[in-house]
Every structure is written in C-alpha cells, then in structure tokens.
C-alpha cells in the first residue's frame, strides 16, 4: 500500500526566508499528490497538487517539485510569512494518506 | 465560499457512552469521508462513504463505529462504546470525485474527550 512519510518534524527558518519541506512515497504506481497545511486547531486545508505526468507545479508563492525517478515530492514556499506557520501534510491519492507532518516555525 | 462543517466542536463523554459526530459536507459532493487525529500524530483515514455506502474503511474502522447520512444534507459518525483511546480530533471531508486526483475539503474537527 501507499506510504507517504516525511523527513523531518520541525522545520524552522527566518521571516523572508524561502522554506522547502520534503516528503517521500513508496508506492511508485501513484500519480496525484496534495500537499495540505494544518493551523493550530484546524482542519487540513489544500495548498496545491501535483499530478504524476509533471515535475513541477507552480501556485501563488508554493512551489511542488515531484521526483519521480527517487519517489520525493517537495513543498517549496518563497518568501515565508509568519501566517506560513503550520503542520504540512503531503498526501497520496488512495484515501488520501497523510504522511506524520512538518512543522513549519517561521521567526522575525 | 461553501465548506464543510462539523458539529459540535468539542464533546466529552464518559467512557462506554455513545457519541454522534455530525459533519454536512459542501451540497455538490458526492464522496463523504471521516479521519482521526490523536493529539500530536498524523491525520489516520477512517471511512469514505459514496452513493450511501461504505466504500472503504481502515483497520481503525471497527464494529464500535458506523456512519450514516440520515438525509440529504449531513454525514455523522457513531462511535457505539467510547473508550480512552477514541479521544481525537475528527475531521469530516467531502470531494467531488473519489479520492483520485481530486483534493478534499475538510472541516473544522470535532474534538472528541472520552473521559
């Protein structure tokens, strides 16, 4: 079955600054991810997807990088903003599964 | 903007009582789905439910829950005898389409305190 994880927990960088946050999948036959942020006692909210036949999609200051030679997608968001903190999830497409999170802390 | 919405956003109940979350998705879905989160851990997927049946449950899913969709308009979770280790956040989510490539919209939560 799918496995989506993440690489690191906690991930804290400086206002302005651009933040990557990394995740990994072993099912190589899934061809959608979502990557979801999560606010402090909220539910998960889409930030962007990204389908399987292209390597990058481009939103509004996000980025996801998909690799799928190394099963690796990335979140890349540009300038980051305090309102930027959060859990960020990435998700596959079966049901889908979350991987355990990154906490983004964003500092003056 | 349409969203999804649950209520209430938290019970506490006793352990061995039954509790009833209730989620009304957004009114153009068609797939319905319950997660769990325990405090500190990731989101676990629950149920999805689509054209008035169970389409898929996971391991978590077991005879102590059920879900309905009792009319037109909500979606509620049963948990029959509450036990210490149901108390969680639970997030009703609702799509389009199933869940391939397409993105859910989730609610709020319902934080459930089984004391």
């Known amino acids: 079955g799918e496995n989506v994880g993440l690489h690191l927990p906690t991930l804290s960088v400086q206002e302005g600054d651009n933040s990557i946050i990394n995740c990994a999948y072993s099912n190589s036959a899934s061809d959608y991810f979502i990557w979801y942020k999560q606010e402090s006692g909220k539910g998960p909210q889409f930030i962007i997807d990204i389908r399987s036949n292209m390597d990058k999609r481009q939103g509004q200051r996000v980025t996801v990088l998909l690799n799928k030679t190394v099963k690796h997608l990335s979140l890349q968001i540009a300038a980051t903003q305090p309102g930027d903190s959060a859990v960020y999830f990435c998700?596959?497409?079966?049901?889908?599964?979350f991987g355990t999170g990154t906490r983004l802390q964003v500092f003056p | 903007e349409p969203e999804v919405t649950q209520t209430p956003s938290h019970q506490v109940t006793q352990m061995g009582q039954e509790v009833i979350l209730r989620c009304v998705p957004i009114s153009n879905h068609l797939y319905f789905y319950w997660y769990r989160q325990i405090l500190g851990q990731k989101v676990e997927f629950l149920v999805s439910f689509y054209n008035n049946e169970i389409s898929e449950k996971s391991e978590i899913f077991d005879d102590q829950f059920s879900v309905e969709r009792p009319d037109g308009s909500n979606f509620t979770l049963k948990i029959r005898s509450t036990k210490l280790e149901d108390s969680a956040m639970y997030f009703c989510?609702?799509?389009?389409?199933?869940?391939?490539?397409?993105?859910?919209?989730f609610g709020q939560g319902t934080r459930l305190t089984v004391v």
């Open positions: 989510a609702s799509s389009v389409r199933g869940t391939m490539n397409t993105e859910a919209f």
């Open positions: 998700a596959g497409p079966d049901k889908l599964i």
